[in-house]
C-alpha cells in the first residue's frame, strides 16, 4: 500500500472516530449515513477500532469509545501534568547545583526528554526536549530501567543490544545488571561519558500515586565539575528534587525513604 493510500485510511478514521464525540453510541448504518463512506469500509475500520480497544460493542449492538482512550489521555494527562509540576523544582535544583536538569519519561524501548533547565555555565551540555536514548545508555535513561518491575526489566535486558554511544557506554550485560541493582538500592544512578564524552550525570526516579515509577530526574554537566567528593552531595539533592516532584503529583513514601541516599 503506497503512503498516500495509508495516511487517506488513517485520516478517515480519524473522521469517523470524530463522529463520537457528539454521538455516544452509532450503529453501523449510523456512522455509514454521518461519515458518507462506503458501508464495506466503515465496517472494516469500526472492527479494526474495537480490536485495537479504541471502540467497543454494546450489548444492543452500537459502537462507542472504548476504554484505549481512557488509557492513552491518562498517559498524556501525566506527561503533561508531570512537566507542569516539574518545572519550578527544575528551576530551583537547577540554581541549587548550577548544571543543567532534565526531565525524562519513557517511550517504549527509549528514554525521551520532555524537560529541560540548561545551565548558566560557558562549558554545557546540550540536550533538545524531544531527544531520545537507549534506555541502558547514561544515567538520565538507565534510572527510568532500573525501577522497572523485574519481569518487565528482565524481559528489555534479554533483548536489548548494547552499543557503544559514547567511550563508557556499558555493553556487557553482566555489568550493566549489576549496576541496575546497585542504583535500585541506593535510589540515583551516576554516569561518565556514556551518552556523550566527558559529560556525568546524576538521575533519580519520580513516582506517582501508585508509587509506580513513571519519570526521571538528571542533573548532567562536563565531567570535570563531578568529583568523587561531590557527587554524594548532588545525589541527595537530585533524590529530594525528584521526591518534592513525586509529592507534587500525588505520591506518598510507604517505605519511608524520604529523600536520603541510601
Known sequence: ??????????????????????????????????????KTSVYRMLSSLEAGGFLRRTSMGTFELGLGFLQYGQAVSERMDIRREALPVMVRL??????????????????????????????????????????????????????????EQETYLSQAELRLVADRTITDIDELRRVLAESRQNGYTVSHSELYNDTSAIAAPIYDHRDHVIAGLSIVGPTSRYKDGLIHLLAQKVIQAAQEISRKIGWHDRRGRGGAVL
Open 1 to 38: 500500500m503506497r503512503v498516500s493510500e495509508t495516511n487517506k485510511t488513517v485520516l478517515k478514521a480519524i473522521e469517523l472516530l470524530q463522529l463520537f464525540l457528539d454521538h455516544p453510541q452509532l450503529t453501523l448504518p449510523q456512522a455509514v449515513e454521518l461519515s458518507g463512506q462506503p
Open 94 to 151: 537547577n540554581e541549587e547545583v548550577g548544571e543543567a536538569v532534565n526531565l525524562i519519561i519513557r517511550d517504549g524501548e527509549e528514554a525521551m526528554y520532555v524537560e529541560k533547565v540548561d545551565t548558566k555555565e560557558p562549558i554545557r551540555v546540550y540536550t533538545a526536549i524531544g531527544r531520545r536514548a537507549p534506555l541502558y545508555a547514561g544515567a538520565c535513561p538507565r534510572i527510568l530501567l532500573a525501577f522497572l518491575p523485574e519481569e
